[in-house]
Every structure is written in C-alpha cells, then in structure tokens.
C-alpha cells in the first residue's frame, strides 16, 4: 500500500534552471522575429521609407535569433538554489537566517515558489520539480501558518 502521509515538516527544495525554460526563452524571440519577417510588415514599411534598408525582414530575423541566444544563456546561467520549507509556510532561502513567509502555487505546467510579501519567485517547471517533491510543496503550502514556534533554546 503506497504511504499517503500527511506530513508536511520541513525539507529541502532545489530550484536549478529548466530546459523548457531555456528553450522558451531561445524559441519565442526567434519566432516573433521570423513572424514579423515573413507578415509582409516589413514591405510595408520600407514603402512608406526610403532609408530602410531593403533586408529589414531579414534583421528582423536575425535580431529575433540573437535576443534569443542571449535569454537562453541568461536563463542556463543562472545558479542552482536550495531553500529550506519549514512548518507554518516559512521558507529559509540559502545563505539566510531568517525564516520568511512563503507561498506555493500551481499554475498547470508551472508551480511558483513566492517570499511574501512582494519578495522574488522562482517558477519550476515540470522537468526541474518532480511528482513527490510537487505534492510535498502542496501539502508544505495547504498547512495553517503556524505563530512563532517555540524551541527549546527560546524558553
């Protein structure tokens, strides 16, 4: 019988980039750029222009294909990160001491790691966030926001 445990402790949770988000970021510049190259936009314009160039479909293009690059490089570059999920939906982010209030959310492909309030996101797509660790965060967010939690030491 597969474990149905409610628990909802604390665990560690790595972001690191997505490949769909890289090929998105590579994709959807190029295709805007081929879109408008080939919508006849630019022989409309060079009509109404004489100093366009006669080959502005084909910068368009090519401008398209290297924003692309340079996203899709920015977004592989990024560094992996690693938080730490505590009970009453505090997160930790790495290098930090300070447990924050946090967010989960699901946007089918998309599940969205929040620092509360108007604190940075990190979206995870399906390939960079696997099924245990997805039903992990839902249950980690579906818990009641705990107040202060006394350890030991507080006392």
């Known amino acids: 019988m597969p474990d149905s445990s409610t628990d909802c402790s604390a665990f560690r949770l790595e972001w690191r980039p997505s490949r769909c988000g890289i090929a998105a970021a590579l994709l959807l510049p190029t295709a805007l750029g081929l879109g ?6 630019p022989d409309l314009v060079a009509e109404f222009s004489v100093a366009l160039p006669e080959r502005l479909s084909l910068l368009l293009a090519l401008a398209g294909g290297l924003v692309g690059l340079w996203r899709a490089r920015r977004a592989a570059r990024r560094p992996p990160r690693v938080f730490e999920l505590l ?7 790495e290098g930090g001491i300070i447990a924050r209030p946090a967010s989960f959310t699901e946007r089918w492909p998309l599940a969205v790691l929040r620092i509360e309030p108007e604190g940075p996101a990190w979206v995870f797509w399906p390939d960079t966030l696997s099924t245990p660790a997805r039903r992990r965060c839902r249950l980690w967010a579906s818990a009641a926001p705990a107040a202060l939690v006394l350890h030991h030491w507080m006392l």
């Open 36 to 41: 408008l190259a080939l919508s006849g936009l």
């Open 87 to 93: 009970e009453g939906r505090r997160i930790v982010p």
